[in-house]
């Protein structure tokens, strides 16, 4: 079995406040309350500008946390609870929503560049490193010219709110894999078109 002795931190991106609640952007926080529901458990604290809430699942601590600072300034609770928790880079999971990916399709990843993606932006300067374990959710292309940044800010259309249940359960079992067996075996899982 996969274990290590530092907890996990599993980060959703998103903008705080009821007005974007329901907004593509805020794909990553949909799936950590989702997470949070199949684990039991639920954003009840705050703590270094995140909601947050720690569980047990399969031997190993899970901190879970949504920042509360904005999309464009959440490296600054990422690097506040890794350093905090001294958490290796590998223990730290990104979710988040990807414009370049198809509306269902999940993409699991060791490092890479932000892809415009602000929040991203931001951690990889923070942190200093563009190393670091994160599962990108789709949302699809924006409409005939819909700019991205106005798309990424509207609420899921009909049809998609119809899947996204869908979408918020593949994402969580696809943490939970990562935390039971290791990145690659969730790429490997995960890494492909979804099949409801």
């Known amino acids: ?51 947050m809430t720690a569980v047990r699942y399969s031997d190993e601590r899970l901190i879970l946390i949504k920042p509360q600072t904005y999309m464009n300034l959440s490296g600054q609770t990422v690097s506040s609870y890794r350093h905090f928790y001294k958490l290796p880079l590998e223990n730290l999971l990104v979710v988040y929503d990807d414009v370049d990916l198809p509306f269902e399709t999940l993409r699991l990843k060791p490092d890479g560049g932000d892809a415009g993606q602000k929040g991203v932006h931001s951690i990889i300067e923070k942190l200093g490193t563009k190393s670091f374990p994160r599962l990108r959710v789709g949302i699809g292309r924006p409409p005939g010219r819909t700019p991205v940044s106005s798309y990424v ?23 939970l894999h990562f935390v039971d067996h290791g990145l690659q075996a969730a790429m490997t899982l995960y890494n492909q078109q979804p099949t409801r």
């Open 153 to 175: 800010l509207q609420d899921f259309s009909g049809a998609e709110q119809e899947l996204l249940p869908f979408v918020l359960d593949q994402a969580s079992a696809a943490v």
């Open 1 to 51: 079995m996969f274990r290590r002795s530092k907890p996990y931190l599993i980060v959703g991106l998103g903008n705080p406040g009821r007005e974007y609640r329901g907004n593509r952007h805020n794909v990553g926080f949909m799936v950590l309350d989702h997470l949070a529901e199949k684990l039991g458990t639920s954003f009840s604290r705050v703590k270094m500008n995140a909601l």
